[in-house]
């Protein structure tokens, strides 16, 4: 398994400014991903960071709102850019261990006034 | 694309009672099957897995066998307990790509 920190675990931040979110891991890690839970929903992958390279997003999420750093095996971070009411939600992060499992870290609740 | 289509929610029983979250999917391939739970104001932790057809995931009396024919992945318990109530996610995936979740189904349960 692996052991993963978020900070901040949660965070209320006013229209127009920008949330820089943390995910540490406690083993060296190839894939990590970005989901955000929308109130009451599922969870939506936003991208998968490598290290080393530009993280691929999914449909309907861009780099410009959601810039991703990786600059090492064991960290990330999400930054949520502009922020409106509509990015309140839980962003998690997770890593893939054991060969095909994937971990997610407690998550950083959001939410922008 | 792949799909996980689950239980509809909330789902209330008494302590003790039987319980069934029914879950099925649609995918290209042979995904990896897994059962999350996240507990109140708490991330997902993985309750169960299985990587092929015909394996049963167990943990903390919790079951779910993958069946390949009906392309189903049910959440079982015998006697469920108030620690149990929770939001049970489906999903499916594996390896380093992206996993695809249902939509989740909260789970009460009253003493």
């Known amino acids: 398994s692996a052991v993963i920190s978020q900070k901040p675990s949660r965070d209320i931040c006013q229209r127009g400014t920008s949330l820089t979110i943390q995910c540490q891991v406690d083993?060296?890690?190839?894939?990590m991903f970005w989901y955000r839970q929308q109130p009451g929903q599922s969870l939506t992958l936003i991208a998968t960071?490598?290290?080393?390279?530009?993280?691929?997003?999914e449909s309907g999420f861009v780099i410009d709102k959601f810039p991703i750093s990786r600059p090492n095996l064991t960290f990330s971070t999400l930054t949520v850019s502009n922020m409106s009411p509509e990015d309140s939600s839980i962003y998690l992060c997770?890593?893939?261990?054991?060969?095909?499992?994937?971990?997610f870290g407690p998550g950083t609740r959001l939410t922008v006034l | 694309g792949d799909s996980v289509t689950q239980m509809e929610g909330p789902v209330t029983l008494s302590e003790e009672a039987f319980l069934t979250i029914n879950c099925t999917y649609t995918?290209?391939?042979?995904?990896?099957l897994f059962w999350y739970v996240q507990y109140p104001g708490e991330g997902l932790q993985l309750l169960l897995k299985?990587?092929?057809?015909?394996d049963k995931g167990s943990n903390k009396g919790f079951e779910a066998t993958y069946r390949k024919e009906t392309t189903s992945f049910h959440l079982e318990k015998g006697s469920v307990q108030v620690s149990d109530s929770a939001v049970y996610f489906c999903?499916?995936?594996?390896?380093?790509?992206?996993?695809?979740f249902g939509t989740g189904t909260r789970l009460t349960i009253i003493p």
């Open positions: 997770s890593v893939v261990a054991d060969t095909d499992t994937q971990y």
């Open positions: 999903a499916l995936g594996g390896g380093n790509e992206k996993l695809t």
């Open positions: 299985a990587t092929k057809a015909d």
């Open positions: 083993s060296q890690v190839t894939m």
């Open positions: 960071a490598n290290q080393g390279s530009e993280a691929t997003y």
């Open positions: 995918a290209t391939g042979y995904p990896s």
